[in-house]
Protein backbone atom coordinates (compact mmCIF):
# COMPACT_ATOMS: atom_id res chain seq x y z
CA UNK A 1 0.00 0.00 0.00
CA UNK A 2 1.21 3.63 -0.55
CA UNK A 3 0.40 6.78 1.74
CA UNK A 4 1.62 10.00 2.01
CA UNK A 5 2.35 12.53 4.38
CA UNK A 6 4.06 15.71 5.00
CA UNK A 7 7.05 14.34 7.48
CA UNK A 8 7.58 10.81 7.96
CA UNK A 9 9.35 9.68 10.97
CA UNK A 10 10.69 6.82 11.67
CA UNK A 11 10.67 5.86 15.55
CA UNK A 12 8.49 6.21 18.43
CA UNK A 13 10.71 7.20 21.23
CA UNK A 14 11.30 10.60 22.90
CA UNK A 15 12.80 12.58 19.71
CA UNK A 16 10.10 10.86 17.19
CA UNK A 17 7.22 11.16 19.57
CA UNK A 18 7.90 15.14 20.32
CA UNK A 19 8.69 16.44 16.85
CA UNK A 20 5.76 14.69 15.60
CA UNK A 21 3.46 16.33 18.56
CA UNK A 22 5.14 19.96 17.84
CA UNK A 23 4.82 19.75 14.01
CA UNK A 24 0.92 18.44 14.25
CA UNK A 25 0.46 21.02 16.93
CA UNK A 26 1.96 23.69 13.57
CA UNK A 27 -0.95 21.89 11.18
CA UNK A 28 1.87 19.75 9.70
CA UNK A 29 0.81 16.58 8.45
CA UNK A 30 3.03 13.91 10.18
CA UNK A 31 3.23 10.30 10.37
CA UNK A 32 5.27 8.24 13.20
CA UNK A 33 6.11 4.52 12.50
CA UNK A 34 7.04 2.62 15.60
CA UNK A 35 8.51 -1.01 15.47
CA UNK A 36 7.09 -2.19 18.89
CA UNK A 37 3.17 -2.65 20.01
CA UNK A 38 3.56 -0.42 22.99
CA UNK A 39 6.48 2.12 24.33
CA UNK A 40 7.59 -0.37 27.48
CA UNK A 41 10.52 -0.81 27.93
CA UNK A 42 12.53 -1.28 31.23
CA UNK A 43 15.72 0.58 32.50
CA UNK A 44 15.35 3.51 29.89
CA UNK A 45 16.11 7.05 30.50
CA UNK A 46 13.54 8.18 32.29
CA UNK A 47 15.59 11.45 34.24
CA UNK A 48 13.19 14.25 32.61
CA UNK A 49 15.66 17.54 33.65
CA UNK A 50 14.36 21.26 34.09
CA UNK A 51 15.27 21.96 30.43
CA UNK A 52 12.76 19.57 29.45
CA UNK A 53 10.12 19.87 32.27
CA UNK A 54 9.88 23.89 31.29
CA UNK A 55 8.91 22.69 27.31
CA UNK A 56 6.00 20.69 29.02
CA UNK A 57 5.23 23.48 30.80
CA UNK A 58 4.98 25.86 27.68
CA UNK A 59 2.81 22.99 25.67
CA UNK A 60 0.77 23.53 28.66
CA UNK A 61 1.08 19.33 29.98
CA UNK A 62 3.08 20.29 32.81
CA UNK A 63 0.17 19.69 35.34
CA UNK A 64 -0.73 15.87 33.73
CA UNK A 65 3.26 15.51 33.60
CA UNK A 66 2.99 15.88 37.29
CA UNK A 67 0.95 12.84 37.52
CA UNK A 68 3.41 10.34 36.43
CA UNK A 69 6.47 11.76 38.32
CA UNK A 70 7.83 8.83 40.54
CA UNK A 71 10.45 10.50 42.01
CA UNK A 72 12.27 14.10 42.34
CA UNK A 73 16.17 14.48 42.75
CA UNK A 74 17.58 17.68 43.86
CA UNK A 75 21.07 17.16 44.32
CA UNK A 76 23.68 15.14 43.77
CA UNK A 77 25.74 13.50 46.14
CA UNK A 78 29.31 12.11 44.44
CA UNK A 79 31.60 10.98 47.05
CA UNK A 80 34.35 7.54 46.71
CA UNK A 81 34.27 4.76 49.32
CA UNK A 82 36.65 6.81 51.75
CA UNK A 83 34.08 9.65 51.96
CA UNK A 84 32.18 12.27 50.63
CA UNK A 85 33.87 14.59 47.66
CA UNK A 86 30.78 17.15 45.94
CA UNK A 87 27.75 17.96 46.75
CA UNK A 88 25.40 19.77 43.98
CA UNK A 89 21.99 21.41 44.71
CA UNK A 90 20.35 22.43 41.59
CA UNK A 91 18.76 25.22 43.32
CA UNK A 92 22.12 26.73 43.43
CA UNK A 93 23.32 25.75 40.31
CA UNK A 94 20.91 28.02 38.46
CA UNK A 95 18.43 29.89 40.55
CA UNK A 96 17.02 31.88 37.94
CA UNK A 97 15.14 28.60 36.17
CA UNK A 98 11.53 27.84 37.08
CA UNK A 99 12.72 24.14 37.74
CA UNK A 100 15.16 22.84 40.31
CA UNK A 101 14.60 19.16 40.12
CA UNK A 102 15.14 16.25 38.07
CA UNK A 103 11.74 14.65 37.72
CA UNK A 104 11.87 10.46 37.42
CA UNK A 105 9.06 9.52 34.90
CA UNK A 106 8.78 6.13 33.07
CA UNK A 107 9.53 6.30 29.75
CA UNK A 108 6.53 4.89 28.70
CA UNK A 109 4.20 7.12 30.76
CA UNK A 110 5.88 10.25 28.97
CA UNK A 111 5.43 8.85 25.45
CA UNK A 112 1.58 7.52 26.36
CA UNK A 113 1.61 11.39 27.62
CA UNK A 114 2.96 13.09 24.46
CA UNK A 115 1.09 10.68 22.23
CA UNK A 116 -2.60 11.50 23.72
CA UNK A 117 -1.80 15.16 23.90
CA UNK A 118 -0.47 14.88 19.62
CA UNK A 119 -3.56 12.53 18.79
CA UNK A 120 -5.77 15.72 19.47
CA UNK A 121 -4.61 17.47 16.45
CA UNK A 122 -5.62 15.86 13.24
CA UNK A 123 -2.90 16.17 11.10
CA UNK A 124 -0.85 13.49 13.75
CA UNK A 125 -0.88 9.92 13.12
CA UNK A 126 1.26 7.18 14.71
CA UNK A 127 1.56 3.26 13.39
CA UNK A 128 2.39 0.86 16.01
CA UNK A 129 4.11 -2.33 15.13
CA UNK A 130 5.06 -0.50 11.55
CA UNK A 131 9.15 -1.33 11.41
CA UNK A 132 10.94 0.77 8.85
CA UNK A 133 12.78 -1.32 6.46
CA UNK A 134 14.50 1.28 4.19
CA UNK A 135 13.95 4.86 2.58
CA UNK A 136 12.57 5.65 -0.73
CA UNK A 137 14.91 7.78 -3.34
CA UNK A 138 14.22 9.81 -6.08
CA UNK A 139 16.65 12.14 -8.24
CA UNK A 140 19.11 11.39 -5.27
CA UNK A 141 16.56 12.82 -2.78
CA UNK A 142 14.94 10.52 0.24
CA UNK A 143 11.47 10.96 -0.48
CA UNK A 144 9.81 9.02 2.47
CA UNK A 145 10.36 5.12 3.50
CA UNK A 146 9.30 1.57 3.07
CA UNK A 147 8.01 -0.22 6.10
CA UNK A 148 6.30 -3.33 7.19
CA UNK A 149 3.26 -4.16 9.04
CA UNK A 150 0.88 -6.99 9.40
CA UNK A 151 3.35 -8.86 7.41
CA UNK A 152 3.30 -6.74 4.47
CA UNK A 153 5.54 -4.27 2.56
CA UNK A 154 4.18 -0.72 2.96
CA UNK A 155 5.31 2.37 1.14
CA UNK A 156 5.01 6.18 2.79
CA UNK A 157 5.69 8.90 0.64
CA UNK A 158 7.06 12.06 2.35
CA UNK A 159 8.22 15.73 1.76
CA UNK A 160 10.50 15.09 4.40
CA UNK A 161 11.68 11.95 6.08
CA UNK A 162 13.05 11.82 10.15
CA UNK A 163 15.69 9.24 11.38
CA UNK A 164 14.40 8.91 15.04
CA UNK A 165 15.43 5.28 15.52
CA UNK A 166 18.07 5.56 18.20
CA UNK A 167 21.12 4.56 18.74
CA UNK A 168 20.84 0.75 16.31
CA UNK A 169 19.24 3.09 13.78
CA UNK A 170 19.12 1.35 10.29
CA UNK A 171 18.09 4.02 8.32
CA UNK A 172 21.07 6.49 8.95
CA UNK A 173 22.73 4.68 6.26
CA UNK A 174 20.40 6.53 3.82
CA UNK A 175 22.44 9.89 5.24
CA UNK A 176 25.40 8.67 3.54
CA UNK A 177 28.03 10.06 6.51
CA UNK A 178 30.51 8.69 8.50
CA UNK A 179 29.65 7.45 12.59
CA UNK A 180 32.21 9.00 14.64
CA UNK A 181 32.30 6.87 17.84
CA UNK A 182 34.10 8.08 20.69
CA UNK A 183 36.76 5.78 22.93
CA UNK A 184 34.07 5.01 25.55
CA UNK A 185 35.59 2.90 28.30
CA UNK A 186 32.79 1.50 30.47
CA UNK A 187 29.77 -0.58 30.42
CA UNK A 188 26.91 -0.34 33.09
CA UNK A 189 24.78 -3.12 34.72
CA UNK A 190 21.45 -1.84 36.10
CA UNK A 191 19.51 -3.31 39.11
CA UNK A 192 17.24 -2.77 41.78
CA UNK A 193 17.36 -2.95 45.27
CA UNK A 194 14.68 -1.64 48.00
CA UNK A 195 14.69 1.62 49.44
CA UNK A 196 14.01 2.00 53.14
CA UNK A 197 12.09 5.04 54.49
CA UNK A 198 15.54 6.82 56.33
CA UNK A 199 17.28 6.97 53.61
CA UNK A 200 18.41 9.77 51.49
CA UNK A 201 16.56 11.27 48.70
CA UNK A 202 19.10 12.44 46.17
CA UNK A 203 21.02 10.91 43.53
CA UNK A 204 24.20 9.44 45.19
CA UNK A 205 27.16 8.15 43.24
CA UNK A 206 30.08 6.42 44.73
CA UNK A 207 33.87 5.79 43.22
CA UNK A 208 35.40 2.62 44.52
CA UNK A 209 38.14 0.05 44.06
CA UNK A 210 36.34 -2.13 41.05
CA UNK A 211 33.61 0.21 40.03
CA UNK A 212 31.16 3.09 40.51
CA UNK A 213 27.88 3.11 42.00
CA UNK A 214 25.50 5.39 41.10
CA UNK A 215 21.57 4.74 43.14
CA UNK A 216 18.72 7.08 41.61
CA UNK A 217 15.90 6.73 43.79
CA UNK A 218 12.69 5.61 42.63
CA UNK A 219 10.65 5.99 46.05
CA UNK A 220 10.59 2.49 46.94
CA UNK A 221 13.52 1.11 45.41
CA UNK A 222 16.61 2.33 44.25
CA UNK A 223 17.65 2.01 40.56
CA UNK A 224 21.60 1.27 41.04
CA UNK A 225 23.57 1.81 37.84
CA UNK A 226 27.30 -0.30 38.26
CA UNK A 227 29.96 1.12 35.81
CA UNK A 228 32.38 -1.36 35.26
CA UNK A 229 35.84 -1.39 32.57
CA UNK A 230 34.24 -2.14 29.29
CA UNK A 231 33.64 -5.63 28.16
CA UNK A 232 34.16 -7.05 31.61
CA UNK A 233 30.64 -7.61 32.03
CA UNK A 234 31.68 -11.59 31.43
CA UNK A 235 33.95 -11.72 34.00
CA UNK A 236 31.90 -9.91 36.59
CA UNK A 237 29.09 -12.91 36.13
CA UNK A 238 31.51 -15.70 35.63
CA UNK A 239 32.49 -14.62 39.22
CA UNK A 240 29.18 -15.08 40.67
CA UNK A 241 26.09 -13.76 42.51
CA UNK A 242 27.79 -13.46 45.93
CA UNK A 243 31.31 -11.45 44.71
CA UNK A 244 29.10 -9.09 42.51
CA UNK A 245 26.92 -8.44 45.92
CA UNK A 246 30.17 -8.27 47.88
CA UNK A 247 31.68 -5.81 45.09
CA UNK A 248 28.73 -3.28 45.01
CA UNK A 249 28.73 -3.48 49.10
CA UNK A 250 32.11 -2.63 49.40
CA UNK A 251 32.46 0.51 47.41
CA UNK A 252 28.87 1.70 48.70
CA UNK A 253 28.30 0.26 52.43
CA UNK A 254 25.12 1.66 52.97
CA UNK A 255 23.12 -0.93 50.40
CA UNK A 256 25.11 -3.81 52.44
CA UNK A 257 22.03 -5.70 53.47
CA UNK A 258 19.51 -5.33 50.77
CA UNK A 259 22.06 -7.09 48.36
CA UNK A 260 21.01 -9.92 48.66
CA UNK A 261 17.61 -9.17 46.36
CA UNK A 262 19.85 -9.97 44.01
CA UNK A 263 19.40 -13.61 43.40
CA UNK A 264 19.23 -14.05 39.90
CA UNK A 265 21.50 -12.53 36.66
CA UNK A 266 18.02 -11.69 35.35
CA UNK A 267 17.78 -9.04 37.17
CA UNK A 268 20.82 -7.96 36.30
CA UNK A 269 20.61 -5.74 33.04
CA UNK A 270 23.82 -5.28 30.48
CA UNK A 271 24.07 -1.25 29.18
CA UNK A 272 26.96 -1.62 26.25
CA UNK A 273 27.50 2.33 26.81
CA UNK A 274 28.17 4.11 23.83
CA UNK A 275 29.05 7.62 22.71
CA UNK A 276 28.59 8.26 18.57
CA UNK A 277 28.04 11.08 16.46
CA UNK A 278 26.90 11.41 12.46
CA UNK A 279 29.46 13.73 10.74
CA UNK A 280 26.24 14.77 9.40
CA UNK A 281 23.17 14.98 10.19
CA UNK A 282 21.08 15.21 7.31
CA UNK A 283 21.35 14.40 3.65
CA UNK A 284 18.03 15.69 0.88
CA UNK A 285 15.02 14.91 2.46
CA UNK A 286 16.05 13.06 5.72
CA UNK A 287 17.75 14.49 8.66
CA UNK A 288 18.76 12.01 11.83
CA UNK A 289 17.70 13.99 15.56
CA UNK A 290 18.16 12.06 19.05
CA UNK A 291 20.02 9.12 19.48
CA UNK A 292 20.33 8.40 15.80
CA UNK A 293 22.18 11.73 15.24
CA UNK A 294 24.47 11.47 18.45
CA UNK A 295 24.16 8.22 20.80
CA UNK A 296 24.57 9.75 24.13
CA UNK A 297 26.31 8.03 27.44
CA UNK A 298 24.60 7.51 30.54
CA UNK A 299 26.63 10.15 32.46
CA UNK A 300 24.44 13.19 33.68
CA UNK A 301 21.27 11.32 32.47
CA UNK A 302 21.38 13.73 29.18
CA UNK A 303 19.54 11.27 26.24
CA UNK A 304 16.38 12.11 26.53
CA UNK A 305 16.60 15.86 27.32
CA UNK A 306 19.07 16.19 24.13
CA UNK A 307 16.48 14.12 21.79
CA UNK A 308 13.83 16.53 23.36
CA UNK A 309 15.94 19.51 22.52
CA UNK A 310 16.60 18.49 18.86
CA UNK A 311 12.69 17.55 18.81
CA UNK A 312 12.10 21.33 19.46
CA UNK A 313 14.69 22.98 17.40
CA UNK A 314 13.84 20.94 14.32
CA UNK A 315 10.27 22.06 14.90
CA UNK A 316 11.27 25.81 15.36
CA UNK A 317 13.67 25.77 12.46
CA UNK A 318 11.46 23.68 10.32
CA UNK A 319 7.97 24.14 11.03
CA UNK A 320 6.67 27.36 9.00
CA UNK A 321 9.01 25.69 5.56
CA UNK A 322 6.83 22.20 5.82
CA UNK A 323 4.15 24.08 5.89
CA UNK A 324 4.62 25.91 2.99
CA UNK A 325 5.58 22.87 1.35
CA UNK A 326 2.42 21.25 2.31
CA UNK A 327 0.54 23.44 -0.01
CA UNK A 328 2.04 22.37 -3.02
CA UNK A 329 0.64 19.77 -5.09
CA UNK A 330 3.58 18.70 -6.96
CA UNK A 331 5.42 18.63 -2.99
CA UNK A 332 6.09 14.77 -3.56
CA UNK A 333 8.32 15.45 -6.38
CA UNK A 334 10.18 17.97 -5.08
CA UNK A 335 13.53 18.16 -2.73
CA UNK A 336 13.41 20.40 0.55
CA UNK A 337 16.13 22.84 0.16
CA UNK A 338 18.77 20.59 2.02
CA UNK A 339 20.39 23.92 3.91
CA UNK A 340 17.24 24.27 5.88
CA UNK A 341 17.87 20.86 7.24
CA UNK A 342 21.39 21.41 7.76
CA UNK A 343 20.17 24.81 10.06
CA UNK A 344 19.31 21.84 12.81
CA UNK A 345 22.54 20.47 13.17
CA UNK A 346 24.08 23.65 13.21
CA UNK A 347 22.03 25.17 16.02
CA UNK A 348 22.45 21.30 18.09
CA UNK A 349 25.58 20.03 16.82
CA UNK A 350 27.86 22.28 19.01
CA UNK A 351 26.02 21.56 22.39
CA UNK A 352 25.80 18.10 22.00
CA UNK A 353 29.51 17.57 21.03
CA UNK A 354 30.70 19.81 24.16
CA UNK A 355 28.43 17.63 26.24
CA UNK A 356 29.48 14.05 25.15
CA UNK A 357 33.10 15.66 25.32
CA UNK A 358 32.86 16.14 28.76
CA UNK A 359 30.93 12.26 28.89
CA UNK A 360 34.24 10.97 27.88
CA UNK A 361 36.49 13.38 30.01
CA UNK A 362 34.10 12.11 33.28
CA UNK A 363 34.45 8.58 31.92
CA UNK A 364 38.38 8.33 31.73
CA UNK A 365 38.82 10.04 34.81
CA UNK A 366 36.23 7.59 36.56
CA UNK A 367 38.07 4.30 35.07
CA UNK A 368 41.52 5.67 36.14
CA UNK A 369 40.78 6.24 39.58
CA UNK A 370 38.64 3.06 39.39
CA UNK A 371 41.73 0.63 38.56
CA UNK A 372 44.11 2.16 40.86
CA UNK A 373 45.95 0.31 43.27
CA UNK A 374 44.04 -0.82 45.80
CA UNK A 375 45.65 1.02 48.60
CA UNK A 376 45.70 4.02 46.62
CA UNK A 377 43.21 6.70 48.59
CA UNK A 378 40.68 8.02 46.07
CA UNK A 379 39.77 10.99 47.81
CA UNK A 380 42.04 13.86 46.43
CA UNK A 381 43.88 16.45 48.73
CA UNK A 382 41.29 19.48 50.48
CA UNK A 383 42.59 21.98 47.61
CA UNK A 384 41.47 19.56 44.55
CA UNK A 385 38.09 18.77 46.64
CA UNK A 386 37.83 22.55 47.12
CA UNK A 387 38.39 23.12 43.77
CA UNK A 388 36.02 20.12 42.52
CA UNK A 389 33.14 21.82 44.61
CA UNK A 390 33.48 25.11 43.54
CA UNK A 391 33.91 24.78 39.91
CA UNK A 392 32.86 21.27 38.82
CA UNK A 393 30.27 20.51 40.71
CA UNK A 394 28.20 23.59 39.84
CA UNK A 395 29.20 24.09 36.06
CA UNK A 396 28.93 20.25 35.33
CA UNK A 397 25.12 19.68 37.03
CA UNK A 398 24.24 23.09 34.84
CA UNK A 399 25.18 21.87 31.43
CA UNK A 400 23.59 18.22 32.25
CA UNK A 401 20.47 19.38 33.83
CA UNK A 402 19.99 22.95 31.60
CA UNK A 403 21.42 22.05 29.13
CA UNK A 404 24.08 24.46 26.57
CA UNK A 405 21.85 25.60 24.71
CA UNK A 406 18.13 25.22 25.60
CA UNK A 407 15.71 25.58 23.70
CA UNK A 408 12.47 26.73 23.83
CA UNK A 409 8.99 26.21 21.76
CA UNK A 410 8.39 29.31 19.21
CA UNK A 411 5.01 30.67 19.53
CA UNK A 412 3.02 29.89 16.37
CA UNK A 413 0.86 32.61 14.95
CA UNK A 414 -2.05 31.86 16.76
CA UNK A 415 -0.23 31.81 20.01
CA UNK A 416 0.74 35.37 18.99
CA UNK A 417 -2.25 36.85 18.50
CA UNK A 418 -3.87 35.33 21.84
CA UNK A 419 -0.66 36.58 23.63
CA UNK A 420 -1.17 40.48 22.18
CA UNK A 421 -5.30 39.87 23.18
CA UNK A 422 -3.45 39.35 26.74
CA UNK A 423 -1.26 42.44 26.76
CA UNK A 424 -2.49 44.85 28.77
CA UNK A 425 -3.13 48.35 26.68
CA UNK A 426 -0.73 50.99 27.18
C1 LIG B 1 19.41 1.17 29.56
C2 LIG B 1 19.34 2.63 29.23
C3 LIG B 1 19.28 3.57 30.24
C4 LIG B 1 19.21 4.91 29.94
N1 LIG B 1 19.12 5.83 30.95
C5 LIG B 1 18.94 7.14 30.67
C6 LIG B 1 18.64 8.09 31.67
O1 LIG B 1 18.58 7.77 32.86
N2 LIG B 1 18.40 9.36 31.30
C7 LIG B 1 18.41 9.76 29.99
O2 LIG B 1 18.16 10.94 29.71
N3 LIG B 1 18.71 8.88 29.02
C8 LIG B 1 18.94 7.59 29.31
N4 LIG B 1 19.13 6.69 28.32
C9 LIG B 1 19.16 7.16 26.96
C10 LIG B 1 17.76 7.52 26.47
O3 LIG B 1 16.87 6.45 26.67
C11 LIG B 1 17.89 7.90 25.02
O4 LIG B 1 18.89 8.90 24.86
C12 LIG B 1 16.58 8.48 24.49
O5 LIG B 1 15.55 7.56 24.67
C13 LIG B 1 16.77 8.83 23.02
O6 LIG B 1 15.54 9.09 22.45
P1 LIG B 1 15.32 8.83 20.91
O7 LIG B 1 13.89 9.14 20.65
O8 LIG B 1 16.35 9.51 20.12
O9 LIG B 1 15.59 7.27 20.68
P2 LIG B 1 14.90 5.95 21.40
O10 LIG B 1 14.35 6.34 22.69
O11 LIG B 1 15.91 4.92 21.28
O12 LIG B 1 13.68 5.70 20.44
C14 LIG B 1 13.83 5.12 19.17
C15 LIG B 1 12.52 4.45 18.81
O13 LIG B 1 12.60 4.02 17.48
C16 LIG B 1 12.02 2.74 17.36
N5 LIG B 1 12.61 2.12 16.18
C17 LIG B 1 13.89 1.70 16.02
N6 LIG B 1 14.07 1.22 14.79
C18 LIG B 1 12.88 1.34 14.15
C19 LIG B 1 12.43 1.02 12.83
N7 LIG B 1 13.23 0.45 11.91
N8 LIG B 1 11.14 1.28 12.50
C20 LIG B 1 10.29 1.86 13.42
N9 LIG B 1 10.66 2.15 14.68
C21 LIG B 1 11.95 1.92 15.04
C22 LIG B 1 12.37 2.06 18.67
O14 LIG B 1 11.52 0.98 18.97
C23 LIG B 1 12.23 3.21 19.66
O15 LIG B 1 10.93 3.29 20.18
C24 LIG B 1 19.24 5.33 28.59
C25 LIG B 1 19.30 4.39 27.56
C26 LIG B 1 19.36 3.04 27.87
C27 LIG B 1 19.43 2.04 26.73
Redesign the pocket.
Known amino acids: MIGTTTVAI ?7 VLLGLLLARQGVEVTV ?4 AD ?1 LRD ?5 VHPSTQLILQELGLLEEFQGIVRGRIGGVDFGTSDGPLVRADLARVHPRHPFHEIALAP ?1 WDLLDLLVRHANQYPTFGIVME ?3 TDALFAAGSVRGVR ?1 RKDGRDHELRAVLTID ?8 RESIGTELLRFGVPIDVL ?1 FRVPRLPDDASDLRGVLGHGGVVVAINREDYWQIALLVRKGSADEVRAAGLPTFRQRVGSIAPWLQGRLDAIDDWDQV ?1 L ?1 SVAIERLRRWSAPGILA ?4 AHT ?1 S ?1 VG ?7 VADAVATSNLLGPSLLRAQRDPGRFAKTLNPALLERVQRRRGAATAITQRIQVAAQNRIIEMVDSPEDRRLTPPAPVRMLLQSVAAQAVPRVFAYGLRPERVALRPQDEVAARAKAPVS
Open positions: SGGGPAGLEKHFFRGDTQAETYAEGRGSGLWKLIGDAMPGVGINLA
